[in-house]
């Protein structure tokens, strides 16, 4: 069957300045979790994807993370095999260029999350190296967080994520962020938790949030949007999602792919970038 892709690189002011650039990434992110999805493993598309944007210093994940209250990045990521269940998280992780690629490992491990410096020795023993935590601070990020200091203003757009249906008809998720800016250290958000902002299930969807990640725990917002399937068309599902976070007091936006094999978004904030493929067509946009 045709598979369903869809990408985002976050909800939030995105400045329409960076609205081309950010949509060249993520076009290329879609065509690597394309290729993957057409060859039957929706697993390592979002992966797939999510590294290509992690690997951008343009968004909030991998190189280009946000920094916290003390000035250094700690990322968390999360990936679900929609087939099985299966999930791997990593959180608060410094030294590790693409966080997803742990989570992937992770989720052939014994458990479902490993945080700071226990994820960071599971990396090696994986064969994943240590990064330079220097090599994932971006003058741009470095910039953000003196205004943010200046102002206590954490508003940004970056965390990035991908949700896939495969030519098998497999649905998988994966999410990778820096998290908010200026954070404490050790907080660890919406991204890594299954069913937070990162959530899959057979027969249902496969979603990625991107927002306020204090709401969308305390929404179980992926979890939410994909449960509402059950009794509603896709979109209003994810309305219904968003909805939730912000009766909470939070905002944001959700990627899904269906059972049926097509892909929806929703963002109740200025902007957010998304590129998509599925059997009705492609696109790229940073509104709704
Ligand atoms: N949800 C992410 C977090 O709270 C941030 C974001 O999506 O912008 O860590």
């Known amino acids: 069957m045709t598979p369903a892709v869809i990408v985002h690189g976050g909800a939030g002011a995105v400045p329409e300045e960076e609205f081309a650039a950010r949509l060249e990434v993520l ?5 690597a979790a394309w290729e993957a999805a057409a060859a039957g493993d929706a697993v390592a598309a979002v992966v797939a994807a999510v590294t290509v944007l992690e690997d951008s210093p343009l968004f909030n994940a991998g190189v280009g993370s946000a920094l916290n209250r003390e000035g250094f990045v700690e990322m968390d990521a999360a990936v679900m095999d929609g087939e099985t269940r299966a999930c791997g998280g990593v959180a ?9 690629q742990l989570a992937r490992e992770v989720m052939d491990s014994e458990h479902v999350l490993l945080a700071g410096e226990g994820a960071s020795r599971f990396a090696r023993e994986r064969g994943i190296p240590a990064c330079d935590p220097a090599s994932l601070v971006t003058r741009r990020q470095l910039e953000r967080w003196r205004r943010a200091r200046r102002r206590g203003d954490g508003e940004k757009a970056g965390t990035v994520g991908a949700a896939v249906m495969d030519s098998r008809g497999r649905l998988a998720a994966a999410t990778s962020t820096g ?3 200026d954070k404490r250290p050790g907080r660890v958000g919406d991204t890594p938790l299954p069913g937070a902002g990162n959530y899959a299930e057979a027969g249902l969807g496969a979603a990625s949030g991107t927002g306020y ?8 917002a992926t979890y939410r949007a994909v449960s509402a399937l059950r009794q509603h068309q896709p979109q209003r599902a994810l309305e219904l999602a968003i909805a939730e976070v912000a009766a909470l007091g939070g905002h ?3 990627i899904l792919v269906d059972a049926a094999g097509r892909s929806w978004w929703h963002h109740d904030t200025a902007a957010m970038c998304v590129a998509w493929r599925d059997a009705a067509g492609e696109g790229a946009s940073c509104r709704r």
Do not use: H, K, T
């Open 92 to 100: 608060a992780v410094r030294d590790v260029r693409n966080p997803v």
């Open 179 to 181: 998290g908010m800016v």
């Open 213 to 220: 990640g204090e709401y969308f725990v305390r929404a179980l």
């Open 252 to 254: 944001g936006g959700m």
């Open 27 to 31: 076009s290329r992110a879609r065509l």
